[in-house]
């Protein structure tokens, strides 16, 4: 995960949505990491297709 993390910035905006789905899914995330993530998204939000959105924010929704 921490490999995800450090590449997050660099990633296209589909791997940052598929990651973040995938990150959501674990067992004892902890909050820095989701703070990187929200990051990311952030600075990459105009890039995003709606489907990206929607699993961006059905994930982040998920993980509260």
């Known amino acids: 995960m921490q490999r995800v993390l ?3 910035a660099s990633m ?3 791997g940052v949505a598929f990651a973040v789905e ?4 674990l067992p004892n ?3 820095e990491a989701f ?3 929200e990051r ?3 600075s990459k939000i105009r890039d ?3 489907h990206y ?3 961006i924010f059905t994930a982040f929704n998920k993980a509260g």
């Open 6 to 8: 450090v590449k997050s």
């Open 12 to 14: 296209k905006p589909r």
């Open 22 to 25: 995938a990150i959501c899914e």
């Open 29 to 31: 995330v902890d909050e």
């Open 35 to 37: 703070i990187r993530l």
């Open 40 to 42: 990311v998204v952030l």
């Open 48 to 50: 995003f297709i709606p």
């Open 53 to 55: 959105y929607v699993k």
